[in-house]
């Protein structure tokens, strides 16, 4: 994936905070989709402003991730996210 991939959430896809997690429901699918802390932290970041890579500065700073560490794991719950057709279709992340 590229890390200036600037992911973008699709509007239509609801957010939700419960108490032992957090849940996405695609409105298109019917699909829910449970999401860890990290992962739905990953999620508010989709908001279209910022990169795959400031994504993964942000989680190593706010979950004490080693920088490497952090890329590979937003890289890997990012493209789940397009896998899953969460995101928004963007030209910068082919």
Avoid at 11 to 33: I, Q
Avoid at 55 to 83: P, W
């Amino acid at each position: 994936m590229d890390k200036n991939c600037v992911p973008r959430r699709r509007e239509d896809v609801l957010y939700r905070a419960l108490r032992d997690g957090y849940t996405l429901y695609d409105t298109k699918s019917n699909k829910v989709h449970l999401l860890n802390l990290s992962a739905a932290y990953m999620w508010t970041c989709c908001d279209g402003g910022s990169s795959v890579a400031q994504i993964a500065s942000r989680l190593h700073d706010d979950f004490d991730l080693g920088e490497q560490q952090s890329l590979g794991y937003v890289e890997d719950v990012i493209e789940g996210f397009f896998r899953e057709e969460l995101l928004c279709e963007n030209p910068t992340c082919v």
